[in-house]
């Protein structure tokens, strides 16, 4: 196995989704996605990318100075390196999110890493990629979204929600697909449906032009 990891780029900016959204972050953007949903807003991730040492990532990760990072993609954990990648963050003292699609296998990030993982949906056109063995590794701290594009996305959602349990032990977040669905309807469904989740918007997207790179 190779210390590297293809990386398509590394920036500061806001962090836009989650738990953790209006906070100074670090995003390193992995290289590569298995999954090709509908609505994917970082396809240019998919291709290309530069080869980088992972002491590299983590010595440009120190230079931007800010102590909270991100590793997305793309599908960051379709890398296997990515798991020592988080590791190496966390020995120079970063606070470690990761962004992952849910398909591929969670558990060898180390312990002290934040997880939110997608369960998608039937409107991404991917939720027969769910590896939902998933759940059996996630943190109660950890995050699951889940990105809706219509009412029947939210019947789903729901419906897996009761079925597992998601939020008795997890935070939940669910997500309207930008230009798909308006926030409205889906908050409007949420408080007729009496849920334990939270409205989770892409912000980057209000601040910036959706398409806008490195922000």
Not at 24 to 34: E, H, K, S
Not at 114 to 119: T, Y
Not at 140 to 161: C, G, N, Q, Y
Not at 194 to 212: C, E, F, G, V
Request: aromatic content about 8%.
């Amino acid at each position: 196995m190779t210390d590297t990891l293809i990386i398509t780029e590394i920036y500061a900016s806001i962090q836009g989704e989650s738990s953790y959204a209006g906070l100074p972050c670090t995003f390193v953007r992995l290289t590569g996605c298995p999954l090709r949903c509908r609505w994917c807003d970082t396809a240019y991730g998919f291709y290309g990318g530069t080869e980088m040492s992972l002491e590299a990532i983590c010595s440009k990760a120190s230079d931007l100075g800010v102590k909270l990072v991100e590793l997305t993609g793309g599908e960051p954990l379709a890398q296997k390196q990515c798991s020592e990648l988080a590791r190496m963050l966390t020995d120079h003292g970063f606070k470690v999110l990761i962004e992952t699609g849910g398909s591929e296998d969670v558990s060898p990030l180390p312990k002290t890493t934040h997880i939110i993982m997608d369960i998608k949906c039937p409107g991404s056109q991917m939720a027969d990629r769910n590896h939902w063995e998933n759940l059996n590794h996630l943190k109660p701290t950890d995050e699951i979204k889940m990105v809706l594009s219509h009412r029947e996305d939210f019947d789903w959602a729901v419906d897996i929600i009761n079925k597992h349990k998601l939020s008795e032990r997890f935070n939940v977040l669910l997500s309207p697909a930008f230009g798909l669905l308006q926030p409205k309807d889906l908050v409007d469904w949420m408080m007729a449906a009496k849920l334990n989740a939270r409205l989770n918007l892409q912000q980057h997207k209000y601040i910036w032009h959706p398409r806008t790179k490195g922000v």
